[in-house]
């Protein structure tokens, strides 16, 4: 299995969908070996193998990438590509990677090449250089696995070079897509060509919800036949129950996360004005940062509701943690969402919630609201009526708690290794 | 008649509020950044307030009474001297003690209430003549706004409380043709004298002092001297305004600001032609050659001398209401802790971090500014606000 990072380093939702679903996989007796560019050693290996992509010495030098890989053509690739940072952190990031590079470049392809298995301007060159080492790994482990599993589109030319190395069967497993980052006509079309390369090379896609799936199949112009939605699940062992002593006695109604275009926070701000209008023992919050951040803050002060929204900025950790046990309703108003993770993290701990339809977790949760995510009226109907219902926000609350309790990993890992096993056979007639 | 130059200097320093979070809402209700204010108030103390005050004592003093100055300080200036430089209040007591130095009034807090709630100018008003009578045992009788800030009705506001002169800024959209270097009156009260700030021959010093682009750099007593002269040989009188702490913190020690400032008074007072007037003694002096209209505020800020660094946008218009929007309730409760807090939270200065005009007047404005982003400021100012109203209500109903 390919990976880019793994709990307890992690920028976003994808390492901990990794352990989850390895752990699972151990579960139902599949044993995985998880490469993933730089690990760190603190990482919890009692379901799953690690291997360190940074402590492997590639086959072979940079002049015949091709060659090495027989058949697979690479682009060129440049550097300077950010997926997930926004603008103020950007230059920051371009100055810390210069000075890294600067370091980096003294060592050359046929070392050892240590990955930094972040998200910074380099990204691009440390996919590429990923894919030299994962083949180099997929050889020497030859006979050790019958199947490989590729997870988003950084770790999908290790996953074609490791299939044109050793003839195993490749799954790609789709997380989020170009359009899930970005608008339709702002996609950057070097990832999208990565992504579609993986998914035609593979045997079998993976998407994580139906929405996912139709973008697969639609944009990517992949065979629906070979694409088949799992979705996540979540693991909340092990959780610590924070407990929070509240400073206002108001009622809070939370929006976490990046404040992007995709994430709708244009549509909580409106809905939240319209609540305002009619209720005024209630606080909202913007937990996050992003470009958008500006713009929400403007709105919020012409619509004159800037006492009782308030901003955060970014969170980390236990301010996570903090925030939703703060709240009383979560809204996801998510303009589009592969998955999202958040809203059951809020229903663990019982906090009603309200997500987009666009959203895959959607097509999971019977219990939570679901609204179009510009329908700010329904947004704000469903805000104020949790809010003035005690009966609704409870029905709520517990039936999320329930609900996010069935979406155990070990259910989705068999479900997977029925994929697994699918995709073997198939290969093998 | 002698020609005049009339000297104001203004003193003042905001309490900076400290990183003030969500989560601190209805938990912790001190909003003030005291290391950062005692830093900078320490710092500025000792490279602009003591010495630069030496300076004048030793003019006032060689020159036996014929150099005179005025000052406004602030009271959220004041507090914070008394916290922590009780040195500097003992400096200014002095300068007051000899008679040539005028104390101004002005809202204690430096606020915009000329613009928000006419109850709570007053109010303000009030409370700083208190402070200064206190501190300094004079009565201030001439009156300057916050930022100069000037319109028809607040002059109307200012008579009322008992002024007869007051400061404001020689803009041209309310000087047109005219000439600064004059006095002026309002035209709701003839009554009311108004001395306009010659802005080019205040911001020689106070802006491009050490400036090497510019083409009069290095700037000597001889060539100022010979403007201002220039400016007097028709007008009555040049009035130079600027902040004080051009001395020593704006413009560095370094630039020579002392010693150019120290030969600019004693070779007017040697060549005997022009004198130095308090603001009161100019008015008396010199007759008003005619009505001010300004029928929208005016400022000393920026060059548009209006006042949209402070109320130009929706993020410090929405801020600036809501603050307002307490006074009823802030009546009612009617705690003295409360009105101190409210009184701070309505520095102009608050405001003015959130200002967005970047581009034109950008430099003065990140010099002053301790956040990075407007948006910050906004943010961080309506956390600290919705604690404070939280606690006005909390206030409210114990009643």
């Known amino acids: 299995m390919f990976g880019w990072e793994f709990p307890p380093h992690i920028a976003g939702g994808l390492g901990t969908a990794c352990y989850g679903m390895t752990k699972g996989l151990a579960e139902n007796d599949v044993d995985v070996l998880f490469v993933m560019p730089h690990a760190s050693g603190d990482e919890d290996e009692s379901a799953v193998k690690i291997i360190n992509a940074s402590d492997v010495v590639p086959l072979t030098t940079s002049d015949n990438v091709e060659e090495f890989l027989g058949k697979v053509k690479f682009v060129h690739i440049d ?209 996050g940062s992003g470009d958008m951040l500006n713009r929400c803050i403007l709105r919020a002060a012409k619509l004159g509701i800037s006492d009782r929204f308030h901003f955060t900025g970014f969170l980390r950790g236990r301010e996570v943690s903090e925030m939703f046990a703060l709240s009383d309703v979560y809204v996801m108003p998510s303009i589009s969402e592969p998955f999202g993770i958040s809203p059951l993290e809020a229903m663990q701990i019982s906090v009603p919630t309200i997500i987009s339809k666009q959203s895959g977790v959607a097509e999971v949760l019977k219990y939570a609201i679901k609204v179009d995510f510009w329908d700010i009226d329904a947004m704000a109907d469903a805000i104020y009526s949790i809010l003035t219902q005690p009966a609704l926000s409870k029905f709520s609350a517990e039936q999320g708690y329930e609900e996010v309790n069935t979406l155990k990993w070990v259910n989705a890992a068999a479900k997977l290794k029925v994929i697994y096993e699918n995709t073997v056979n198939a290969a093998q007639k | 008649m002698k020609k005049s130059i009339c000297l104001y200097f203004q003193v003042h320093q905001p309490l900076r509020l400290r990183l003030y979070r969500f989560f601190d809402i209805g938990k912790d209700s001190h909003y003030y950044d005291d290391f950062t204010n005692r830093t900078i108030l320490s710092r500025v103390a000792e490279k602009c307030y003591l010495p630069a005050n030496a300076m004048l004592e030793e003019l006032i003093k060689a020159n036996k009474g014929r150099f005179k100055v005025a000052f406004s300080i602030s009271g959220s200036a004041l507090e914070q001297f008394d916290r922590y430089a009780p040195k500097v209040i003992a400096s200014f007591k002095r300068l007051a003690d000899t008679g040539c130095v005028e104390f101004l009034s002005e809202t204690y807090y430096h606020s915009l209430a000329a613009l928000g709630s006419e109850q709570e100018f007053k109010h303000q008003v009030e409370k700083h003549a208190q402070a200064i009578e206190y501190y300094f045992g004079v009565k201030p009788v001439t009156f300057r706004n916050t930022e100069l800030i000037y319109s028809d009705s607040i002059s109307a506001m200012v ?90 913190e704006h413009q560095k020690a370094s630039s020579g600001i002392f010693d150019f400032f120290k030969a600019f008074v004693n070779q007017v007072l040697y060549e005997n032609s022009i004198e130095f007037v308090t603001p009161a003694q100019a008015t008396k002096k010199h007759s008003s050659v005619g009505d001010i209209e300004a029928t929208d505020p005016v400022s000393w800020a920026d060059e548009e001398r209006d006042i949209s660094a402070w109320l130009g946008n929706d993020l410090q218009n929405d801020a600036f209401g809501k603050l307002y929007d307490l006074i009823e309730n802030l009546s009612i409760a009617n705690d003295e802790g409360l009105w101190s807090d409210f009184g701070h939270l309505s520095e102009s200065d608050h405001l003015y971090y959130m200002c967005t005009k970047f581009f034109s007047d950008g430099a003065v404005h990140s010099y002053f500014n301790p956040y990075d982003t407007p948006y910050e400021a906004f943010i961080n100012y309506m956390n600290v606000l919705s604690d404070f109203s939280l606690r006005v209500k909390e206030k409210v109903k114990l009643k």
């Not at chain 1, 608008?183 to 919800?209: H, N």
């Not at chain 2, 090497?212 to 001297?225: C, D, Q, R, V």
Request: hydrophobic fraction near 40%; charge should be neutral; aromatic fraction near 12%.
């Open chain 1, 79 to 287: 550097s300077n590509l950010i997926p997930y940072a926004d603008p103020s952190e950007f230059k920051k990031i371009v100055t810390e990677e210069r000075k890294r590079q600067v370091k980096d470049f003294r060592v050359q392809f046929g070392q050892k090449y240590n990955f930094s298995g972040k998200y910074g301007a380099n990204l691009m060159e440390e996919v590429a250089r990923y894919a030299i080492t994962g083949g180099t790994i997929a050889l020497e482990h030859k006979d050790e696995f019958d199947v490989i599993h590729a997870h988003d589109w950084l770790t999908y030319l290790a996953g074609i070079a490791a299939k044109e190395l050793t003839g195993k069967p490749l799954v790609v497993h789709v997380h989020a897509t170009s359009f899930d980052r970005s608008s339709e006509d702002k996609i950057d079309t070097r990832v999208y060509a990565l992504e579609k390369k993986g998914m035609d090379a593979a045997d079998t896609v993976i998407t994580v919800s139906d929405l996912t799936k139709n973008i697969v199949v639609n944009k990517y112009g992949i065979n629906p036949a070979k694409v088949v939605t799992l979705h996540n699940a979540v693991d909340f062992s092990g959780k610590e129950t924070i407990h929070v002593e509240r400073g206002v006695q108001d009622k809070v109604v939370t929006f976490l996360g990046r404040v992007t275009f995709q994430k709708g926070p244009e549509y909580f701000i409106e809905a939240a004005a319209k609540v305002l209008k009619r209720l005024d023992n209630v606080r909202f919050v913007m937990a």
């Open chain 2, 159 to 248: 008579y009322e409380l008992g002024f007869k002169t007051m400061l404001s800024e020689g803009a041209r959209h309310i000087l047109a043709w005219k000439s600064p270097n004059f006095v002026y009156n309002s035209c709701l009260q003839p009554k009311l004298k108004l001395l306009l700030r010659n802005y080019t021959l205040s911001d020689d010093i106070a802006f491009r002092f050490s400036d090497k682009g510019w083409n009069e750099h290095p700037l000597t007593a001889e060539k100022y001297i010979s403007w201002v002269k220039n400016a007097l040989s028709t007008d009555d009188i040049v009035n130079i305004f600027m902040d004080y702490e051009t001395f020593g």
